[in-house]
């Protein structure tokens, strides 16, 4: 029932001769899987229930689906690269897609630990040079305005896949050269869950013996602070 809302969209993909997802069995514009060269893309489609300016924190992108596609073995957790394109950034989602609540995993954070990237976009800022990585795994990035009027920075990034990594660049558009000119050097990032390094398990176990030194402390206060109400004057038990 919610495929009519796109369904011209769903034409003109057809029309253009562009390859459908896959879905299960189902073959689609919207949602699902394709495999180029090695690459697992996964679309999950974040405009369901898109339909002004007033959705933000109202889409939804479908835990079923993602459920679909494992049961379908159609993403698996392997050593494939997988890259997901979601349209909308997270911050547009629900609730509930963002946070787990009552047993259900948040739906953002589940594809992240399934995915090496994600592209996103829809909203069009400030140029971004660095992606955010999402549970320890997930590079996010976003993607710029190629032209929305001049009160965008109108940029876009070209992105490089190379076995475990993945290199960026980005381009802006100078307005007084009326040219594309690069934004900086290219960046590259490393792909997969990050593992732990032994300098950092060790600055985290500092940290935490900080954490519990300064928890003592809190404690110490509280109860001379009880003790003290109840006994104004003299020494304390």
């Known amino acids: 029932q919610y495929r009519s809302a796109f369904s011209e969209f769903s034409q003109f993909c057809e029309n253009f001769g562009t390859p459908p997802y896959e879905l299960g069995e189902d073959k689609n514009f ?3 899987v394709r495999h180029i060269d090695g690459v697992r893309f996964i679309c999950m489609n974040s405009s369901w229930f898109c339909r002004d300016e007033t959705d933000t924190k109202k889409l939804w992108i479908g835990l079923p689906l993602i459920r679909h596609l494992e049961a379908a073995d159609q993403w698996p957790q392997d050593e494939e690269l997988c890259v997901v394109l979601l349209h909308h950034p997270r911050e ?10 009552s047993g259900r995993p948040a739906t953002y954070r589940y594809i992240s630990t399934r995915s090496d990237v994600i592209l996103s976009g829809h909203t069009h ?4 040079q660095a992606p955010d990585r999402i549970a320890a795994r997930a590079l996010v990035f976003s ?5 929305a009027g001049t009160g965008y920075n109108n940029w876009c990034q070209i992105l490089r896949l190379i076995p475990g ?10 307005p007084r050269a009326r040219s594309w000119q690069s934004a900086g050097d290219a960046s590259e990032y490393s792909t997969g869950a990050e593992k732990p390094t032994a300098d950092g398990l060790a600055a985290e176990s500092n940290r935490l013996d900080v954490w519990k030194e300064l928890s003592l402390a809190d404690l110490r206060r509280i109860h001379t602070a009880k003790s003290r109400a109840a006994t104004p004057f003299g020494t304390l038990p």
């Open 165 to 174: 990594k993945i290199q960026s660049r980005v381009f802006a558009f100078d």
């Open 92 to 101: 547009d989602l629900h609730p509930n897609e963002i946070t787990p609540y």
């Open 143 to 147: 993607g710029g305005a190629t032209y």
């Open 125 to 128: 800022g400030e140029i971004h």
């Open 30 to 32: 919207l949602a699902g």
